[in-house]
């Protein structure tokens, strides 16, 4: 994975690796995305300005998303 994101754009990789992901799947992925970005215990602007894309790569609507990190949020007391 690190030799892919030296040589490629993040946002292509991201693109790439959100084809790979069964549809069904998607939203469950970005759960444990957004919950492994909050292994600090926080969530800053970078983290969410990386989640928002994949979301969109996921073809996951703006207020799933939203709905989904709010939950995990919530998970994780913050």
């Not at 993040?10 to 959100?18: D, H, I, L, S």
């Not at 969410?48 to 709905?67: C, G, S, Y």
Request: proline letters at 5%; hydrophobic letters at 55%.
């Amino acid at each position: 994975m690190k030799r892919l994101l030296e040589a490629e754009d993040v946002a292509a990789v991201m693109e790439r690796v959100a084809q790979t992901v069964p549809s069904a799947l998607r939203p469950s992925t970005f759960a444990l995305v957004a919950d492994l970005l909050l292994a600090d215990g926080k969530m800053d602007a970078r983290e969410r300005k990386f989640l928002h894309p994949l979301a969109t790569n996921f073809n996951l609507r703006p207020r799933v998303a939203d709905d989904v990190i709010a939950a995990i949020l919530v998970k994780n007391h913050l």
